[in-house]
């Protein structure tokens, strides 16, 4: 299986913060990945596609980027309703696999 | 607006089936460009994708749980299934089910989760 990491593992931050989490999956998996968000008591919503594709819907202050074994998902501006859990997941693999999460909290 | 919603047993007795549904709204599961999906979280840890249907049956389970899962659809119902066999303390988590990009693999609906206890 691809093994994927993320860091860091949680980020205290504030509202207007600019916040950097990383990926990394275990081997190349070209730009088959999908950012998620989930709230307590919520399912994931799926953020960034391929990489860098925002999902319709999605605020611009979400930017992805990356590719081989190394993303990034970028909140340019923290708004208070993006305090949350972000996951990556590849989509190069079966089985698709996720990372462990990333909290941002305040 | 697609929307899927999961149903089924909230307890289920160790060494017996866990079973889940998940019925689809505001799109067909025969849409030929989607996959149709179980991803499960244990209470307080990560996401695990269990495995996926196509419409016309053919499935993908993940081999950490091949031996014990069967997923099934049922077209005429806009449904599909989940069966988790010989279920044990670990199989304790919020199951979801989810919309597969058929090209791009990525989980783009989701059902709210229902949580299945695995309990005597």
């Known amino acids: 299986d691809i093994q994927m990491t993320q860091s860091p593992s949680s980020v205290s931050a504030s509202v207007g913060d600019r916040v950097t989490i990383t990926c990394r999956a275990s081997q190349s998996i070209s730009s088959w990945l999908a950012w998620y968000q989930q709230k307590p008591g919520k399912a994931p919503k799926l953020l960034i596609y391929t990489a860098s594709s925002l999902q319709s819907g999605v605020p611009s202050r979400f930017g992805g980027s990356g590719s081989g074994t190394d993303f990034t998902l970028t909140i340019s501006s923290l708004l208070p309703e993006d305090f949350a859990t972000y996951y990556c997941?590849?989509?190069?693999?079966?089985?698709?696999?996720f990372g462990p999460g990333t909290k941002v909290d305040i | 607006q697609v929307q899927l919603q999961e149903s089924g047993p909230g307890l289920v007795k160790p060494s017996q089936t866990l079973s889940l549904t998940c019925a689809v709204s505001g799109g067909s599961i025969t849409s030929g460009d989607y996959y149709w999906s179980w991803i499960r979280q244990p209470p307080g840890k990560g996401l695990e994708w269990i495995g996926y249907?196509?419409?016309?049956?053919?499935?993908y389970y993940n081999p950490s749980l091949k031996s014990r899962v069967t997923i099934s659809v049922d077209t005429s119902k806009n449904q599909f299934s989940l069966k988790l066999s010989s279920v044990t303390a670990a199989d304790t988590a919020v199951y979801y089910c989810?919309?597969?990009?058929?090209?791009?693999?990525?989980?783009?609906?989701w059902g709210q989760g229902t949580l299945v206890t695995v309990s005597s």
């Open positions: 249907i196509y419409y016309s049956g053919s499935t």
């Open positions: 997941q590849q989509a190069h693999t079966f089985p698709f696999t």
């Open positions: 989810a919309r597969v990009d058929g090209f791009r693999y990525y989980f783009d609906y």
